[in-house]
C-alpha cells in the first residue's frame, strides 16, 4: 500500500511540476554522459600514454636478436668475398712488382756492367731527383715501397747473387700472412715469373711458371 501511494505521489508531482521533474532526470541523464565521457577520455589517455612509453623503450629484444642476425648472415656473405678479392689484387700486385724488378735488374745490369746485377733492393731504388746523379748503389729504378721489401700484402726478397760481375739473382714474393695472398711468386734472371701454392725458398726451374 505503501509503494503505491509513494507511486502516486511521484506522478502526481511530476503532472503538477512536469517541467521541474523533466528537467532534473536531463541533468542526471546529462551527468552520466559527461562522467562516461571522461571515463573514455582517462582510458584513452593512459592507452596513447602507453604506446609512448613503449616507444620510448626502443627495439625489444626479438627485434634486435633479428637485426643481429641479418647482420651477420650479410657478413657472412660478404667477408669471404670482399677478402678472395683482395687476395687476387694482392697477387696481381706481387706478379706486377716482380716484372718491375727484373726489368730493373736488367737496365741496371747494362749501365753497370762491371757490377752486374744489384745485390740489393736499396740498391736498385734512390730518390733521383733534379741534379741527383744515379750510382751502382743509389739507382733510382723502383720506389720506395718495393725497396722496402713490402708491398701490398707481399713481402720481396732478393737472393742467390753471386759472381764477378754478378750474373745470377733471385726474387721471392711471399704472402705477408694468410689473408693478403695464397701463392707465392719468384723469378730470377731469366725474368719469367713462376708460382707456387706452398713457400717458395729457392727459385729456379722446378718451380712451375705462372699460367
Known sequence: MTEVAN???RMRI????P???GSCARAKSGMKNATTSLELDRVAFIRDQGDAMRRARGFSLIELLIVVAIILIIAAIGVPSFLNSRMAANESSAVSSLRTLNTAQISYNTTYATVGYAGTLTSLAGSCTGSTVP???SA???DSDL???TKSGYSFALQGVSGAPASSYQ???SPVNSITGVHSFCSFEDAVIRVSQTTITTCDSTVPEQQ
Request: hydrophobic share 40%.
Open 7 to 9: 507511486e502516486g505521489t
Open 14 to 17: 511530476a503532472s503538477a511540476f
Open 19 to 21: 517541467r521541474t521533474y
Open 135 to 137: 750510382t751502382s748503389s
Open 140 to 142: 733510382c729504378l723502383i
Open 147 to 149: 725497396a722496402s721489401g
Open 171 to 173: 726474387f721471392i714474393a
